[in-house]
């Protein structure tokens, strides 16, 4: 049995960390404020980070694996003092947002990152590209190497809070005509999403069995449009017997007009969840390499089981009760206009 330490555990990849764990048998401990509920079944350390005691409860145990979440470098630094000795295997949860440049498709982890904040800064809101980065360089340091860094790329699935995942199929899954879609009558725009299922089984395995250095934890690449039409079959399939005839009409939305409609790319209000920034310097951004992922285990399922899964796993709320995407409204004035 691993005896695994979370620093955080309270949000969605840190639950779905405990859940998987717990269910392979693994003993999980998780350390954070309890601003949300642990997973059923964890040995729950409640405690701010921020003061001086936050590690008294853990740090006289040798832990099998630590998986550090934060991403606040003062955060990260003083566990890897107080922790990062005696722990057989340690992972730090970065991301793909590190990377200094997001334009080269195929770009693998060898790529130049942002440079690390300082974590004496102090800097009121700093930035997450640099905060992470910082967390990466302290982690390696003070392991002398023997950690793993993962870096996600865009995590999707049942429960996304960002809902940036979740909007196509939910919208998909719900009868109002028609749908508005993005147009990408080239190909330019790709969608890059990591099951928050896959990424945990990842991060529990390579984490336990050792490896080091760095790795991109990314989905398969699809196209928007292939994304789109995964979406489409998956609400279909999820909503089949409710609706049996759930085919839409679609509205194809051209993307030059967003800046003018205040419709913003990729997330939050009024948006269209996954549609990168027209500019350029993004042709990269949701191609990253995941070769060495795939050679350290990563397995995924495919794009529209996630997508089918979350329309079956929809607590009714729909796609407007989402934090990303268009409510029914403006749509239908974007559709109008
Ligand atoms: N979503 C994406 O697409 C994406 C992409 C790339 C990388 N990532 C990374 O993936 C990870 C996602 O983690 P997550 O879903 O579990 O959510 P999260 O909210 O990022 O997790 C942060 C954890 O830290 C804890 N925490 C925050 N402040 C604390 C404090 N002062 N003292 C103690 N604990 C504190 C939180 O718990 P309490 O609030 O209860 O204290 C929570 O459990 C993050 O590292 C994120 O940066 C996400």
């Known amino acids: 049995m691993t005896n695994i330490l979370l620093l955080g555990g309270t949000g969605w990849l840190g639950k779905t960390l405990s859940g ?18 642990f ?21 006289n145990q040798v832990w099998d694996l630590v998986i550090e979440l934060t991403s606040s470098p003062t955060f990260a630094r003083e566990a890897l003092r107080r922790l990062g000795g005696k722990a057989r295997n340690w992972v730090f949860i970065s991301s793909c ?4 440049e997001q334009s080269e498709p195929g770009a693998d982890e060898t790529a130049d990152v942002v440079k690390p ?18 967390c990466e360089e302290l982690s390696m340091q003070a392991r002398d190497g023997r950690a793993l860094v993962v870096r996600p790329g865009l995590i999707g699935g049942p ?41 945990a089984a990842f991060v ?40 049996p005839d759930p085919g839409h009409k679609l509205v194809e939305y051209d993307l030059a007009r967003m800046e003018v409609d205040l419709v913003n790319p990729w997330a939050g209000p009024k948006s269209l969840p996954l549609v990168l920034p027209t500019e350029s310097g993004f042709a990269g951004f949701a191609r990253r390499s995941d070769a060495r992922a795939l050679a350290l285990g990563l397995r995924r399922r495919s794009l529209r089981e996630s997508f089918e899964d979350i329309v079956r796993s929809n607590d009714g709320g ?3 009760a989402l934090r990303s995407g268009l409510s029914a409204d403006e749509e239908a004035g974007l559709v109008v206009g």
């Open 204 to 243: 529990l395995d390579a984490g336990s069995a050792g490896h080091r250095g760095f790795v991109n934890a990314v989905g398969a690449q699809h196209t928007l449009g292939e994304a789109l039409r995964l979406a489409q079959e998956a609400a279909e399939a999820a909503t089949s017997s409710a609706n």
């Open 20 to 37: 998987l764990a717990l269910d392979s048998g693994q003993q999980v401990t998780a350390l954070a404020r309890g601003t949300q509920a």
């Open 97 to 100: 947002s590190v990377y200094a």
């Open 39 to 59: 997973a059923p079944g964890v040995n729950e350390v409640i405690a701010d980070r921020a003061s001086r005691d936050a590690y008294d409860r853990v740090e």
């Open 159 to 199: 429960g996304d809070p960002t809902g940036r995942s979740s909007y196509w199929p939910l919208r998909f899954a719900e009868p109002r005509d028609p749908v508005l879609v993005p147009a990408d009558p080239d190909g330019q725009q790709w969608v890059q999403i990591i099951d928050v299922r896959d990424l």
């Open 318 to 320: 729909g796609a407007g």
């Open 117 to 134: 904040l300082d974590p004496d800064d102090g800097e009121a809101e700093p930035d997450y590209a640099r905060t992470k980065s910082a």
